[in-house]
T-cell receptor, first 113, second 114 residues
Framework: GQNIDQPTEMTATEGAIVQINCTYQTSGFNGLFWYQQHAGEAPTFLSYNVLDGLEEKGRFSSFLSRSKGYSYLLLKELQMKDSASYLCAVSPPRSGNTGKLIFGQGTTLQVKP | NAGVTQTPKFQVLKTGQSMTLQCAQD?????MSWYRQDPGMGLRLIHY???????DQGEVPNGYNVSRSTTEDFPLRLLSAAPSQTSVYFC?????????????FGDGTRLSIL
């Protein structure tokens, strides 16, 4: 099965850099997703990693190490609007692209002035 | 494009009542899923479908039924509502490709069972 762990809450300062970690114990997975969810809204897609390494998208980057069972989301030049929950999710093995995702509990990030 | 549309946005039920949460998408996506979101527990998969006429169970299927008679619609039925089903319900869809695709989520249905 899959067990995905994320810190519950984090606080950072506007303009700073923050790293949100996601560790997992799983028998394998196809790929790892990061979603952003503002309070009271739907999750929106941020990034996807299938190979080990860093994927960069503007101020957001995501890293994956399958051998270490570890991923992180890096947010640079933090803005107040980045205050949200960040969800780590994996697509289980042998599910292919079926829309089946297993989520961690999410990390609530608060950005302070 | 409307994307993924969920109705109703809010609902209050009494224990034992039944209801159907509607989900429709206009992107011709093959894959659709239902999740529930509870504080401290993240999103948990209830049921999913890889195409019309095909459904399967997720992590927490008990107390819920689904059907997929068309590509566009994927309703979720609560046959006899229980307080433990108080939650926010999200429907999501994604296209069928050779590799994983991001899911598109609806705005959610906030359901309270008294």
């Amino acid at each position: 099965g899959q067990n995905i762990d994320q810190p519950t809450e984090m606080t950072a300062t506007e303009g700073a850099i923050v790293q949100i970690n996601c560790t997992y114990q799983t028998s394998g997975f196809n790929g790892l997703f990061w979603y952003q969810q503002h309070a009271g809204e739907a999750p929106t897609f941020l990034s996807y990693n299938v190979l080990d390494g860093l994927e960069e998208k503007g101020r957001f980057s995501s890293f994956l190490s399958r051998s270490k069972g570890y991923s992180y989301l890096l947010l640079k030049e933090l803005q107040m609007k980045d205050s949200a929950s960040y969800l780590c999710a994996v697509s289980p093995p042998r599910s292919g692209n079926t829309g089946k995702l297993i989520f961690g509990q999410g990390t609530t990030l608060q950005v302070k002035p | 494009n409307a994307g993924v549309t969920q109705t109703p946005k809010f609902q209050v039920l009494k224990t034992g009542q039944s209801m159907t949460l509607q989900c429709a998408q206009d992107m011709n996506h093959e894959y659709m899923s239902w999740y529930r979101q509870d504080p401290g527990m993240g999103l948990r998969l209830i049921h999913y479908s890889v195409g019309a006429g095909i459904t399967d169970q997720g992590e927490v299927p008990n107390g819920y039924n689904v059907s997929r008679s068309t590509t566009e619609d994927f309703p979720l039925r609560l046959l006899s509502a229980a307080p433990s089903q108080t939650s926010v319900y999200f429907c999501a869809s994604s296209p069928r490709r050779d590799s994983d695709q991001p899911q598109h989520f609806g705005d959610g249905t906030r359901l309270s069972i008294l």
